[in-house]
């Protein structure tokens, strides 16, 4: 059964790049005391570390295109059997593609756990672009920060630990716009298998952090 009713926090958050997915899951993180998996932030680990797996994403990533499924299918097959994940986590960037989707489907099988709900975080493209296209991202704690939505008195430290705000490389526009076409070719279909599969709860991502992270935490008590 891909979802269950069990007491683990096992969490799977998708929706477009920009949508707020990784601030949500970074406070979930926290409140619900479960590793956040991110996928990006790992690919970006590998760059930062220089390791093969980094020089191979980096170009990929730069382009706004994504990393081979059987690359990210064998980093989330290591990460999910690992002991960080077994009382719990919450899943931010995988699965991007149906292959992976079904990938993920046959490992939560194996691994003989359950999803305690599938979360779909939606905005329109254009409010997507402008969160984008705004956003400052912490190189020391990871905190993401909007130069039009936060009041930043300095927009090269982080107002929480000081470290260097920095804005991605694939936050440039020409990626932006790679990055949702390639979204709504490769992504969206991924919506489609989880919604035939009657397990997706859509969350509608305009509005306070706050806001959303309550509208996320109802679902989880109801499931
Ligand atoms: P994110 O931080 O989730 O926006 O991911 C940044 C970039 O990492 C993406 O644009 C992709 O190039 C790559 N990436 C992250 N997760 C995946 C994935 N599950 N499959 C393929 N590429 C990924």
Redo the contacts with the bound molecule.
């Keep these: 059964m891909l979802l269950s009713k069990d007491s683990y926090m096992r969490i799977l958050l998708f929706g477009p790049?920009g949508v707020g997915?990784?601030t949500q899951a970074k406070l979930l993180s926290s409140k619900l005391k479960i590793p956040h998996i991110?996928?990006?932030?790992i690919?970006?680990e590998a760059v930062v570390d220089g390791s093969e797996l980094g020089r191979k994403?980096k170009a990929?990533?730069d382009a706004?295109?994504?990393?081979s499924?059987d690359i990210?299918i064998g980093i989330i097959r290591n990460v999910l059997a690992s002991v960080r994940c077994a009382q719990g986590f919450i899943l931010?960037?995988?699965?991007?593609?149906v292959p992976?989707a079904e990938a993920l489907t046959a490992l939560l099988q194996t691994l003989s756990i359950s999803l305690k709900a599938v979360i779909y975080m939606d905005v329109d493209e254009k409010e997507i672009i402008s969160r984008l296209s705004s956003r400052l991202t912490c190189r020391v704690c990871g905190k993401i920060l909007s130069t039009a939505g936060d009041t930043l008195d300095d927009t090269s430290s982080c107002p929480t630990c000081g470290g260097e705000l920095y804005q991605r490389d694939?936050d440039k526009p020409e990626t932006i716009i790679k990055?949702l076409s390639v979204y709504r070719k490769s992504t969206m279909p991924v919506k489609d298998y989880y919604q035939k599969l009657g397990v997706l709860r859509d969350v509608n991502a305009l509005g306070e952090v706050d806001q959303i992270t309550n509208l996320i935490l109802d679902i989880l008590n109801r499931s």
Excluded: E, I, N, Y
């Design positions: 790049p997915k990784g991110s996928t990006g932030d690919l970006r994403a990929v990533m706004g295109q994504l990393v499924d990210m931010d960037g995988f699965p991007r593609t992976q694939d990055r």
